[in-house]
């Protein structure tokens, strides 16, 4: 059975860089859509992106600008960096299995983690 | 402001049925599938329905989902204490080029 373990730091200050990084363990890598979710307290859930296993990426178009995803298929793992980080950023990160780029079927779900921007 | 529209509560009582609404537009729902969610108190979501009224194995058959033009519906029938959750409806948008989620209803067992 897949499962997703993430990490990364879980306070930043304004203007630094958050960097998250998300293993798969039990299946498969390639043929997958690796995908980052986030959630801001209390509100709903938002699409950040995501990353074939050949490295073809497509990002939500507001945080286009910031956002990087990539991945290391050596290892099975993806990571997100999302640089200029502000108080809006903070949110509880996720990171997903997808179907493929337009099919947001997300299962499973790595188990969160809050980041914290102040 | 999300894409997708729900309401941003609903509730029953055990053995009842209800129903959460997600509403969109032709670039979204009227031409994709929907996919919904569960997300148990501090907990990840859970896939809940798949392409637009399937069930992953292990969800019960009282879950069910449904479609029609740009709106689509979750159906929960014989309501439990455990059903209490946060239910998300999600879709791809063509114009947006991008994933969209509606704003999440949370569900309330009396």
């Known amino acids: 059975q897949v499962q997703l373990q993430q990490w990364g730091a879980g306070l930043l200050k304004p203007s630094e860089t958050l960097s998250l990084t998300c293993s798969v363990y039990g299946g498969s890598f390639s043929g997958y859509y690796w995908t980052w979710i986030r959630q801001p307290p209390g509100k709903g859930l938002e699409w950040i992106g995501g990353?074939?296993?050949?490295?073809?990426?497509n990002y939500n178009p507001s945080l286009k600008s910031r956002v990087t995803i990539s991945l290391d298929t050596s290892k099975n793992q993806f990571s997100l960096k999302l640089n200029s980080v502000t108080a809006a950023d903070t949110a509880v990160y996720y990171c997903?299995?997808?179907?493929?780029?337009?099919?947001?079927?997300?299962?499973?779900w790595g188990q969160g983690t809050l980041v914290t921007v102040s | 402001q999300s894409v997708l529209t729900q309401p941003p509560s609903a509730s029953g009582t055990p053995g009842q049925r209800v129903t959460v609404s997600c509403s969109g537009s032709?670039?979204?729902?009227?031409?994709?599938?929907v996919y919904w969610y569960q997300q148990l108190p501090g907990t990840a979501p859970k896939l809940l329905i798949d392409?637009?009224?399937q069930r992953p194995s292990g969800v019960p058959d009282r879950f069910s989902g449904s479609k029609s033009g740009t709106s689509a519906s979750l159906a929960i029938s014989g309501l439990r204490s455990e059903d209490e959750a946060d239910y998300h409806c999600v879709a791809w948008d063509d114009s947006l080029g991008g994933v969209v989620f509606g704003g999440g209803t949370k569900l309330t067992v009396l």
């Open positions: 392409r637009n009224n």
């Open positions: 032709s670039s979204n729902i009227g031409n994709n599938y």
């Open positions: 997903a299995r997808g179907l493929k780029w337009n099919y947001p079927r997300f299962d499973p």
């Open positions: 990353i074939n296993h050949f490295g073809s990426t």
